[in-house]
Structure formats: C-alpha cells, structure tokens
C-alpha cells in the first residue's frame, strides 16, 4: 500500500489530471449529447457546432475549478487573469475540436457520437499540455507564497 501511496504521490498531479480530464470530457459528452438528442441536429453543420461550442463553455468551466484546485493546486492570486488564460488556451482546442468534428462528421460523414468521444482523446492530451505550460506554470514566485 506504502509503494502505491508513493507512486501515486510522484506522479500525482498527471493522475489527478488524467481523473480530472476524464470528468471534463463526461461533462463535454454529456452536454454535447444532451443538445444533439434534444434540440440540436447533427445532421446540420451549424447545428453541429453550435452542439459542440455548448458542450465547450460547460467542460471548460467544470475543468477550469477542478485544474484550479485539484490539479494544479494554483495559489496564484490574480484569478481573473489565470481564468482569461485558462480559457483562450481552450480555445486553441476549441477550434481543434470543432475542425476535426467538420472533418470527420460532415465532410466524411462519420457518427458524430463516436468522433466527439474520439476527438476527445487528442484534446485531452493538448489541454494539458497548455494548462502545464501556459496557465498554471509555477515559478519561483508562485512556489513561495
């Protein structure tokens, strides 16, 4: 149990994103599915992405909270500015997101439930790699306070 204890210790932080990532993306799935099964048509591009930019606004500020707290455990006092560079990194995945859902989906005419999940894998990995770089990256000045 100590041994799990300890590699969960060291690698804690990609854990807890990875558990994190995952409730984002129910959160996305959940609210994209909502919308295409109720009011919105997949079968239409611009509802399509007015789907997806739904589904967008509610995982982004579920991750935003839990990256904040849970994550990253961010100190940083300034959190309207860390919020405003939390969600422009988003955006960049946004528009990934939204590029290969067109793809795949109305271009190429896939199942646009099975994309969305799929698409998911690849914004995952660049929301991370965002987050560590660009929003919530400690300093020497973070690190004391």
């Not at 994209?32 to 009011?39: D, G, I, P, Q, R």
């Not at 859902?101 to 991370?128: C, E, G, P, R, T």
Request: charged share 20%; proline share 1%.
């Amino acid at each position: 149990m100590k041994k799990l204890f300890s590699l969960y210790k060291k690698y804690e932080e990609i854990i807890n994103y990875l558990i994190i990532g995952g409730c984002t993306t129910l959160v996305s799935l959940a609210t994209y599915y909502l919308c295409v099964c109720t009011f919105l048509n997949p079968n239409d591009k611009l509802e399509l992405q007015i789907a997806n930019v739904i589904s967008w606004i509610f995982a982004v500020t579920f991750a935003y909270f839990t990256n904040r707290i849970i994550v990253f455990k961010s100190k940083n006092e300034k959190k309207l500015k860390e919020a405003i560079s939390f969600y422009s990194s988003r955006v960049l995945t946004l528009l990934l997101d939204a590029g290969l859902m067109y793809l795949f989906v109305s271009v190429l005419h896939y199942n646009d439930k099975i994309v969305k999940l799929l698409v998911q894998f690849i914004i995952i990995i660049a929301n991370y790699i965002l987050s560590k770089l660009f929003v919530f990256k400690k300093n020497d000045k973070n690190e004391k306070k």
